[in-house]
């Protein structure tokens, strides 16, 4: 697939792809005759690992630290293990702070119009009361 071809279906532009090709993240995109990148099965699922890392979260030097592992081989795997690990406990710190959040807000929510009617009689009153001292 050609960069274009790429950005499209994951939703990134080509210059994000020629970012993550540049810091390590998308090491071994081969290229045409022509020097067209030729993005192969194995680097679109690199694409969409890297697009879903992101979207939770997950720092580019952390994810940059991952690939370099990877490549190292099978010795990293405990340490690629541990660094995925951290990552999920924070996800899961994170998730936890966005359910407070959300908790808060229903209870905003609930009963919003009512409270807020309320709210705007009894400052409407107090707007009269003031006017006509």
Do not use: H
Not at 14 to 34: H, M, Q
Not at 60 to 82: M, N, P, S
């Amino acid at each position: 697939m050609t960069i274009s071809e790429v950005a499209r279906s994951y939703g990134l532009s080509a210059d994000t792809l020629r970012y993550y090709e540049r810091v390590g993240l998308l090491p071994n995109v081969n290229r045409t005759g022509g020097g067209v990148r030729d993005y192969s099965e194995e680097d679109c699922k690199w694409v969409e690992y890297i697009k879903c890392m992101r979207s939770a979260g997950i720092s580019i030097e952390t994810l940059i630290k991952y690939v370099e592992l990877f490549y190292q081989g099978a010795g990293t795997i405990t340490e690629r293990k541990k660094l995925l690990l951290e990552q999920r406990e924070q996800i899961v710190a994170r998730i936890t702070e966005l359910n407070d959040v959300l908790t808060k807000l229903d209870w905003k929510l609930d009963g919003y119009e009512e409270r807020m009617l309320k709210f705007e009689e009894e400052n409407l009153r107090k707007n009269i009361s003031v006017k006509t001292l």
